[in-house]
């Protein structure tokens, strides 16, 4: 079974300032995909980063990154010079071979101005 | 732009009615769309894969003669809540897997249904 596990429900941060988003998961593929979706009051789902677990360089977009270390399953998401737009939830997900995602629970994420 | 469209966007319907929710990817095919259910602060849980052509295949607990699904083009898959209940009432997302213009062929998310059963 593959699980992915969020362990901060929530996460406040400074505009301006850089905050990290934990996320850990199991999987027994060799081949898989990790994802951060972002999750505005609108709740429409966007997709922030995708990382292919075959590729060491950590994916990058913009002020989004993320440090993804395979073997302690750990994809963790770093926001740089944040803005009172990232506030959302943020989902960490996994999607194996057979393109099913699977979700963990949920950061909510709080810029203060 | 939105890649994928949900119709209605919210519904409100009266218990023991049926409410077919409308998912459909624009300008790219979609072999497989999902549809999941969220309740409020919470995760999105997946209920069931739906596939063209062929039956969807549904998580486990997620009751099948409830929750009708069709897939019935490359474009269109539709989630049926039958004979609702208040306890029905949530926030259903679809998503299709695909490749969208430029991009990566990845998982597209619907803008959401709001279902409020009376």
Sequence with gaps: ?113 | GAVVSQHPSRVICKSGTSVKIECRSLDFQATTMFWYRQFPKKSLMLMATSNEGSKATYEQGVEKDKFLINHASLTLSTLTVTSAHPEDSSFYICSAHGLAGAGEETQYFGPGTRLLVL
């Design chain 1, 1 to 113: 079974a593959q699980t992915v596990t969020q362990s901060q429900p929530e996460m406040s941060v400074q505009e301006a300032e850089t905050v990290t988003l934990s996320c850990t998961y199991d999987t027994s593929e060799s081949d898989y995909y990790l994802f951060w979706y972002k999750q505005p009051p609108s709740r429409q789902m966007i997709l922030v980063i995708r990382q292919e677990a075959y590729k060491q360089q950590n994916a990058t977009e913009n002020r989004f990154s993320v440090n993804f270390q395979k073997a302690a399953k750990s994809f963790s998401l770093k926001i740089s010079d944040s803005q009172l737009g990232d506030a959302a939830m943020y989902f960490c997900a996994l999607q194996g071979g057979s393109e099913k995602l699977v979700f963990g629970k949920g950061t909510k994420l709080t810029v203060n101005p």
